[in-house]
């Protein structure tokens, strides 16, 4: 299995992917892929290896999500502060054993999930 460090992001327009670009490069981030919606039925193991299945134009919800593979924790406290720049609502998480067996579809539902559980039991936030 490829296992480099390396940023899987959907949802991001073309000029927060520049954004997303220039902030790579000066904080020396490691890189990232592009998740498009026809890679929704693949699982998160076969984009890590670098396929791209267009194998379902998948009705993926309208958001934007950053799963980090790899990254040592100060290179994700870098990459968050550096996203934060570029859009608010960003869904972020790290890829897990479990995670890593996931379709993308399937991990982006339960973050999405996760984090409706998150703002109904932590009121303040």
Request: hydrophobic fraction near 40%.
């Amino acid at each position: 299995m490829n296992n480099n460090k390396v940023m899987l992001i959907y949802g991001f327009h073309i000029g927060e992917i520049a954004k997303l670009d220039k902030l790579i490069e000066a904080k020396e981030i490691p890189g990232y892929k592009k998740i498009s919606s026809e890679m929704s039925k693949m699982k998160i193991s076969s984009i890590l290896e670098g396929y791209k299945f267009e194998i379902y134009n998948g009705n993926l919800p309208k958001e934007k999500l950053v799963v980090f593979n790899n990254f040592n924790d100060v290179e994700i406290n870098v990459a968050i502060k550096c996203l934060k720049e570029i859009s608010k609502g960003i869904i972020m998480a790290v890829v897990t054993p479990t995670s890593i067996d996931w379709t993308f579809e399937y991990l982006l539902e339960h973050l999405i999930e996760e984090r409706q559980w998150y703002k109904d039991n932590n009121p303040t936030k």
